[in-house]
C-alpha cells in the first residue's frame, strides 16, 4: 500500500513537473462548463438578467446600487425609475414590444435607467458611440432601425444636424432635458418626472426569449464602417458568468470609468446585476482622478483597457499610490511592461486578462497571472470549446490552405488567425441589417469540408508553454488607445478635401505606444498643394474610424522614419494646429517618448 502511494506521489509530481497549471487548466474547463449550463438552463425557463435584477431588487431594494457623482441610488431607486422611463416610451404607443430605441449619452445613470425601462417593455436599445458625428453617426442610427432617439443634453448640437435626416425616416427625437427648444425635438425628463413609478405588467415582455437582442453594440471590426453587433439576452448571461469566473462577488464595488456603450463598460454594469453588488460610475476616465474615486467609493474592482492602465502609470508618483482597496483589474489590452510597472506601483491588484470579440463566440481568461498572455491553450479547453490560431496569408488577407483547400494550424511562435467554431453551443448572431458583413466572419471548410469558424479578425501566437498572447489585426483596422479604427472612413474623410485627390491610411508602430499609430499616403490634386494647417482643421473636428487596400502591408512594415522614405513626412502637431515636416529630430524624439502622441 505504501508503495502505490509513494508510486501515485512521485506520478503527481512528475505532472506536475511537466504541466505546472494543470490543476489551473481543469478549474478554467470546468467553470466554462458550468457557466454554459447555467446559460442552457437559464434558456429553458426564459430567465433574462432583467429577472435577476428584479430579484435583486426585492431581496435587497436598499443596498446601493449605483454610486455617480456623490449620489446613491440604490436597487430600488433604479427600478422606479427604470419603471418612470418605460412609461415615457410606451405613452401614446410611440414604441412598441420588439423596437429598437437608440441612445446617444456619456455615462450616466440615466443610461441604465433607459435600457433597464426598455427591456422591461419588450425592446433593446442601440448603443451610440458618443464621440462619433455627422456620416459616421447617421450610419449607426439608420443601421440599428430605430424610430426614437434619446440624446443627451449636451449632444444637442450632434443631434439637430442630423435633424432633417432623421424626420425624413420619421425619427421620434428625445432630448434629455427638462425643456427643449428646438422644433421637432422633445424632452424626456419632463415626461419622466410626472410618469409612476409603479411596476409594469410582464406581458409586456412575454414575446422576448433569451435569443431576443437586448442591445446593439457597435464595432468597427476589421472592415467598412461601424456594425452592430447584436447581443442577445443569452450573450449577456455568458458575459456576466465570465466576470464572475473572473473572480468578482456579491461584496465587491466595481468602479467603470469606460464608457458604457462600449463591451467591457457595459459588461461590467451587466456583472454587477448578475452578483448584486454595487456600481462606482464616472462619466468619464479621469487619470488624475482615478486612484482618489477608488478611494472614495471604497472600490474594490476595476475594469480598464490597455491604454487607461499606461495613462495611470504615466501619472506622478504619489506617496499614497498604494493606499486603496483595489484588489482585483479586469480587462483586455495591457503590455507586458505596463502590466509589471502598474503592479510595482500601485500594489499587489490581481490582474484577469480576457480576450473576446463583441460579436464573436469565443473568450479567453488568463486564469494563471501570467504576465502579457490573454489565456493559454489546453487539449481539455480545444475539445470543449474548439478553437484554433491558423495560418494567415497577411498580403492577401485570408488564411493559407493547403493543396485539398484545408486551413492549416500555426506552428508554436507564429502569430495566427484566431478562429472558434460555430455551432448551436456556440452561435454566431452576428450584424444588424449586415448579410454581406456577417458572411465575411464566416470561414468555411477549415479543417472539414462543410464546417464553420468565426474569423476573429485578430492575430495571435501560442508559445511553447501554451500560453496565448494577443499579436496584432488584420484587414482594414489597426488598434490606438483601446479603440479599432477602421481606415476606409477615415481615407474617406481626408479625401473630401480639395488638396487631396486620393488616402491609403494605415496603422504604424510606434515604440512605447500601445497600438499603431494613424498614418496616410496621400497623392494630391492636379494643381494643387499640401495645405497642412487645412488638414489640420479638418481632421481634428471630427472623431472618425475605417479602410484601404493598395500596399498597405509594406506600408505599415515601412512605418514613418524619414531615414527610410524619401516623399516627404508630415506630423500632427497639435500644439501648433498644424501639420509640420517630419525631420528626423522629430522622429528620435518620438521614438524617445519626448514627444508624446
Not at 275 to 291: D, I, V
Request: with cysteine; glycine share 6%; net charge positive.
Amino acid at each position: 500500500m505504501i508503495v502505490w502511494m509513494v508510486i501515485v506521489a512521485v506520478v503527481f509530481l512528475a505532472l506536475l513537473f511537466r504541466h505546472p497549471h494543470f490543476f489551473q487548466d481543469v478549474q478554467y474547463v470546468r467553470d466554462k462548463i458550468q457557466a454554459r449550463r447555467r446559460v442552457l438552463k437559464y434558456k429553458q425557463t426564459n430567465y433574462s438578467i432583467l429577472d435577476r435584477f428584479l430579484e435583486v431588487v426585492k431581496a435587497q431594494p436598499h443596498k446601493p446600487f449605483i454610486l455617480f457623482n456623490g449620489e446613491t441610488f440604490t436597487y430600488q431607486d433604479a427600478d422606479e425609475l427604470s419603471n418612470k422611463a418605460a412609461r415615457v416610451f410606451l405613452h401614446n404607443g410611440l414604441v412598441k414590444e420588439g423596437d429598437t430605441v437608440a441612445l446617444f449619452l456619456r455615462n450616466e445613470p440615466m443610461f441604465l435607467w433607459l435600457w433597464l425601462g426598455l427591456v422591461k417593455i419588450g425592446c433593446n436599445a442601440a448603443f451610440l458611440n458618443y464621440n462619433i458625428r455627422s456620416k459616421s453617426l447617421f450610419h449607426c442610427f439608420s443601421r440599428s432601425g430605430a424610430k426614437t432617439l434619446v440624446a443627451a443634453e449636451e449632444l444637442h448640437n450632434a443631434v439637430e444636424e442630423l435633424l432633417p435626416s432623421l424626420l425624413e425616416q420619421q425619427v421620434t427625437v428625445f432630448i434629455l432635458a427638462d425643456r427643449c427648444r428646438t422644433a421637432n425635438m422633445e424632452s424626456f425628463k419632463d415626461k419622466m418626472s410626472q410618469a409612476s413609478s409603479k411596476p409594469l405588467s410582464n406581458d409586456l415582455r412575454s414575446h422576448l426569449t433569451l435569443q431576443s437582442p437586448a442591445a446593439y453594440i457597435y464595432t468597427s471590426g476589421t472592415t467598412g464602417l461601424p456594425k452592430a453587433a447584436i447581443i442577445s439576452h443569452a450573450k449577456l448571461w455568458t458575459l456576466a458568468c465570465s466576470m464572475s469566473m473572473a473572480g468578482v462577488t456579491s461584496q465587491d464595488v466595481l468602479f467603470i470609468s469606460l464608457p458604457l456603450y462600449h463591451t467591457t463598460g457595459f459588461l461590467g454594469f451587466i456583472s454587477v446585476i448578475e452578483r448584486g453588488n454595487t456600481l462606482a460610475l464616472r462619466s468619464k476616465f479621469s487619470a488624475s482622478q482615478f486612484w482618489d474615486d477608488c478611494r472614495k467609493y471604497n472600490v474594490t474592482v476595476i475594469m480598464f483597457i490597455g491604454e487607461m492602465m499606461r495613462y495611470l502609470c504615466n501619472t506622478p508618483k504619489k506617496p499614497n499610490d498604494q493606499s486603496h482597496k483595489v484588489r482585483l483589474a479586469i480587462g483586455s489590452g495591457l503590455r507586458a511592461d505596463v502590466w509589471r510597472y502598474f503592479i510595482s506601483r500601485f500594489g499587489n491588484v490581481q490582474i484577469k486578462e480576457f480576450y473576446g470579440a463583441t460579436e464573436g463566440n469565443f473568450s479567453l481568461l488568463n486564469y494563471t497571472g501570467k504576465i502579457g498572455a490573454v489565456g493559454r491553450d489546453t487539449f481539455l479547453n480545444k475539445w470543449v470549446f474548439p478553437y484554433a490560431v491558423i495560418k494567415f496569408d497577411a498580403e492577401k488577407g485570408t488564411p493559407l490552405r493547403d493543396s485539398s483547400g484545408l486551413c492549416i494550424e500555426a506552428a508554436k511562435g507564429e502569430p495566427g488567425l484566431l478562429v472558434s467554431e460555430i455551432s448551436t453551443r456556440a452561435p454566431f448572431a452576428g450584424y444588424v441589417r449586415d448579410l454581406q458583413q456577417n458572411e465575411k466572419k464566416r470561414l468555411h471548410d477549415v479543417f472539414k469540408k462543410g464546417d464553420l469558424y468565426f474569423n476573429t479578425g485578430d492575430l495571435l501566437c501560442i508559445d511553447e508553454d501554451n500560453f496565448i498572447y494577443f499579436k496584432d489585426r488584420v484587414g482594414d483596422t489597426f488598434r490606438w488607445k483601446g479603440e479599432n479604427v477602421a481606415t476606409t472612413e477615415v481615407a474617406d474623410i481626408i479625401t473630401l478635401l480639395d488638396c487631396i485627390k486620393e488616402a491609403n491610411v494605415y496603422g504604424v508602430e510606434v515604440p512605447g505606444q500601445e497600438g499603431r499609430a494613424g498614418m496616410a499616403t496621400v497623392t494630391l490634386s492636379e494643381t494643387q498643394r499640401f495645405d497642412p494647417a487645412d488638414v489640420f482643421k479638418h481632421v481634428s473636428s471630427l472623431d472618425v474610424t475605417s479602410t484601404f487596400k493598395h500596399m498597405k502591408v509594406k506600408l505599415a512594415e515601412e512605418g514613418f522614419n524619414p531615414n527610410q522614405i524619401t516623399d516627404p513626412l508630415y506630423f500632427l502637431d497639435e500644439k501648433n494646429k498644424n501639420y509640420v515636416q517630419l525631420t528626423v529630430d522629430i522622429f528620435n524624439s518620438v521614438t524617445s517618448g519626448k514627444i508624446r502622441i
